[in-house]
């Protein structure tokens, strides 16, 4: 899991507006970011660095998809 | 030079009706999967926007792009994938080349560049940017590019700039196709907001009188390298109205850090704090630095070692107090990276200060062993892109249609990149000649005539995954693209055999699959609209790769291993002409070619595998 948890978000969008590849949102109702696309996460930790608290998280391990013949 | 000297093979790639026959067969045979976000989207919002001048792509060519229009007194729209200095590559922006004639000789860069990207390199473009580097180095310092830690050069020098020049921004916006008018003239872009959270994705229509293509390279989505978002959308688009592509057969590869493979901040942090210039030039067989051939050719020739985990171009971890294998052997060869090589105290100085490093959190990530073969199918930069013959950035017969940076194939860096830091500050110069030939011609032409029907339709086509009820995801698609495209023995060490089979699954999955693709919501309609640029450009890498029939620069063939002066000095576009990929080539100055006085070994020292045995048994003369 490349992105793996956001803790104590304080809503600045920081981190959603530096992830290349969409990885982050904001939740509506509680206006705090959260990983919503953790698959297309690329480790660039662009969101990590752009976090005013250090709210998060990444691992070096990568979820990797089954290997199918359709999907 | 000019497009008339372009020879079209129009018959390679022609899908004849059997072809077509065949995959309706095979589409009824093929499982579907249900598509849990299907949605009608007839009644999805839309946004409209009308400028003179539209960028798409707000990275270092967008940006002064966009300026140069701004200071002509265009009003200007710039849309982004991303958010413009936050989601994009400008923390690059320090890593430059400028030419400075009181240090550098102007023939010895034309010569060793000329050398190293074996003479495909557009001189003329080499020489423009040595007359215009110097004085971006110093537009960029006046910015404050330079004495800001790189996150921000992005976030606040470049954002801020455009922001106080009132451009428009438009942002987390996919633009999908280009919107031509009657006359078939590039007048606008639709595209969608993605990010559905608060509210429903709405269509964004874009109009203008002319449009600049900013929107950088492309690789195939892979974590391996900070390519980030980019995934050829650029090309594809334009090669929908027409326009030519051109050097899609040459492929850098870079290695990188296990751990943090995109992570540019960290695995690449030199490449941020760079300042002043630095030279790399040489016999192309000594240039070290991960940016040739020699990387894949070691995969090919030596194996990959498992003990270590590690192929070539990669590193077993460090050991503290141990030198890397391999360092000695850098260190020697350096003496061959030229005069200049390194930093030269002058610029350095001009800096007002030491380099910045990235905040003080980076330090504790553990990066991991290197790994080689990382970011699979980007092009060289400044060598892949939109074609251009007359170095005014506009797309060669397409009107209204103009291009700057990675976006733009103007060849400048050749079949190899033949050093660093020519590609921000390349972007930057072309960016600013593209602003500017864009805004004489807005100037110079009544606005364009744009049908609503004409946009109702692209429109249409893009929200049509997200309206099919049943068929292929685009996660699985990208993953089969992958599977296929990555690995070293098609796209570095290619063979005809390699690559028509390759070219089989990427043509089935264009043509049966796209059409069939599902989107859940707007991240996975993006995705979807990605992966057919990205299958797109595959389709035109290994068709580039299998019609040059000889070896160049980081384009290998096995079956044909020598470089053919006679018949392939020239570089390959592809055009779509009457629904098929057309090949060119477009033969370049009898100047260009290699010193005729030389031996063919003087002029090409890195040897290729095969490639004496290739001659001798051939009689070929070299």
């Known amino acids: ?71 | 030079m000019t497009s008339d000297d372009d020879k079209i093979d129009e018959g390679i790639s022609r899908r004849d009706a059997m072809k077509a026959g065949m995959l309706t067969a095979a589409a009824l045979a093929a499982p579907l999967i249900l598509n849990p976000g299907f949605k009608p989207m007839t009644a999805a919002r839309k946004s409209s926007y009308q400028a003179d001048v539209l960028i798409i792509g707000g990275g270092f060519a967008g940006t002064f792009a966009a300026l140069e229009a701004r200071k002509n007194g265009l009003s200007v729209t710039m849309v982004d994938k991303g958010v413009v200095g936050w989601s994009g590559m400008s923390p690059w922006a320090s890593d430059s080349r400028p030419f400075d004639a009181e240090i550098y000789d102007r023939e010895e860069w034309q010569f060793n560049t000329a050398m190293n990207t074996e003479y495909v390199n557009d001189r003329k473009w080499l020489d423009i940017f040595m007359d215009e580097s110097l004085g971006i180095f110093y537009e960029l310092r006046e910015m404050g590019a330079h004495n800001t830690k790189p996150f921000e050069r992005g976030t606040k020098v470049f954002r801020e700039k455009l922001e106080n020049a009132g451009i428009t921004l438009v942002e987390r916006t996919m633009i999908t196709s280009l919107i031509q008018d009657e006359g078939g003239r590039v007048s606008g872009a639709v595209g969608f907001t993605y990010d559905d959270s608060k509210q429903p994705s709405e269509a964004i229509v874009l109009t203008a009188g002319a449009v600049i293509l900013c929107a950088g390279a492309g690789s195939y989505k892979s974590p391996g390298f900070p390519i980030w978002g980019q995934t050829f959308d650029g090309d594809a688009m334009a090669y929908e109205v027409g326009a030519k592509i051109v050097g899609k057969e040459f492929n850098d590869t870079h290695p990188t850090f296990a751990n943090i493979p995109a992570a540019s901040y960290q695995g690449w942090k030199w490449a941020q704090e760079v300042v002043g210039a630095y030279v790399m030039v040489g016999p192309p067989d000594k240039l070290m630095g991960g940016l040739t051939l020699n990387l894949a050719l070691g995969a090919y020739s030596e194996g990959v070692d498992r003990r270590a985990g590690v192929g070539p171009g990669g590193e077993p971890p460090k050991v503290p107090g141990k030198a890397p294998p391999g360092a000695e052997e850098r260190k020697r060869n350096r003496k061959y990276l030229g005069k200049g090589y390194l930093t030269t105290p002058g610029l350095h100085l001009d800096l007002g200060g030491p380099p910045q490093t990235p905040p003080d959190k980076d330090n504790d990530i553990v990066t991991g062993h290197r790994v080689g073969g990382a970011t699979a199918g980007m092009g060289v930069h400044k060598s892949e892109g939109v074609f251009c013959s007359d170095y005014s950035c506009a797309a060669d017969g397409v009107e209204g249609l103009f291009a700057a940076g990675d976006a733009l194939g103007s060849m400048m860096c050749g079949s190899v990149y033949p050093g660093r830091g020519f590609s921000s500050y390349g972007s930057a110069i072309q960016g600013r000649l593209a602003g500017k030939n864009a805004a004489l011609y807005v100037k110079g032409n009544p606005a364009p005539k744009i049908s609503f029907q004409k946009i109702e339709k692209l429109v249409k086509k893009m929200w049509a995954p997200r309206e099919n009820e049943k068929g292929y995801s685009p996660e699985w698609i990208t993953a089969t693209l992958q599977n296929t495209m990555t690995p070293f023995h098609i796209l570095y060490i290619k063979d005809k055999r390699r690559l028509d089979g390759a070219l089989a699954s990427i043509e089935f999955l264009r043509q049966h699959c796209v059409p069939h693709m599902i989107a859940r919501d707007g991240h996975e309609l993006r995705t979807a609209h990605e992966v057919k640029n990205m299958l797109l450009n595959a389709e035109m890498k290994l068709r580039s790769g299998l019609f040059r029939e000889e070896s160049r620069g980081t384009h290998f063939r096995e079956d044909f291993p020598i470089r053919n002066d006679r018949e392939w000095h020239c570089w390959v576009t592809v055009q779509e002409i009457d629904g098929a990929m057309a090949m060119g080539k477009h033969m370049l100055p009898e100047e260009w070619k290699p010193d005729p006085t030389k031996s063919y070994r003087e002029n090409y020292p890195r040897v290729l595998p095969g490639e004496d045995e290739f001659i001798r048994k051939n009689n070929f003369k070299v």
Do not use: F
Not at chain 1, 12 to 26: H, L, Q
Not at chain 1, 61 to 71: Q, Y
């Open chain 1, 1 to 71: 899991m490349p992105i793996e948890k956001i803790h104590g978000c304080i809503g600045c969008e920081n981190c959603v507006k530096a992830c290349p590849t969409d990885v982050i949102r904001m939740d509506p109702k509680s206006d705090q970011a959260y990983i919503a696309y953790q698959q297309d996460c690329q480790i660039c930790h662009l969101c990590r660095l752009s976090c005013p608290v250090d709210a998060i998280t990444l691992t070096p391990d990568r979820a990797m998809l089954p290997t199918t013949s359709w999907g």
